[in-house]
C-alpha cells in the first residue's frame, strides 16, 4: 500500500515535471501565433511578425 502510494506521487511530480518542461517559459501575458509560433501579446489581435490574424485559443 506504501508502495503504490509512492508510485502515485513520483508520478505527479514527474507529471508537473513535465508539464513544467513542455510550456513555453513565456510570461502569462503572452501567447503563441498559431501561423509561426512566436510569442507574441495576449492583447495581440494581429501578429507582428507575420501579420495574420490570432484566433484566440480555449485555455
Ligand atoms: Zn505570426
Known amino acids: 500500500m506504501i ?3 509512492t ?4 508520478l505527479a511530480v514527474l ?5 513544467v518542461a513542455f510550456l513555453p ?4 501575458n ?3 501565433c498559431q501561423h ?6 495576449i492583447e495581440s489581435v ?5 501579420r495574420k490574424d490570432l484566433v484566440e485559443l480555449p485555455y
Open 3 to 5: 508502495l503504490l502510494l
Open 7 to 10: 508510485g502515485l506521487v513520483f
Open 15 to 19: 507529471g508537473a515535471i513535465v508539464a
Open 25 to 28: 517559459g513565456d510570461p502569462e
Open 30 to 32: 503572452f501567447k503563441k
Open 36 to 41: 509561426c509560433n512566436s510569442s507574441v501579446k
Open 46 to 50: 494581429v501578429c507582428k511578425h507575420c
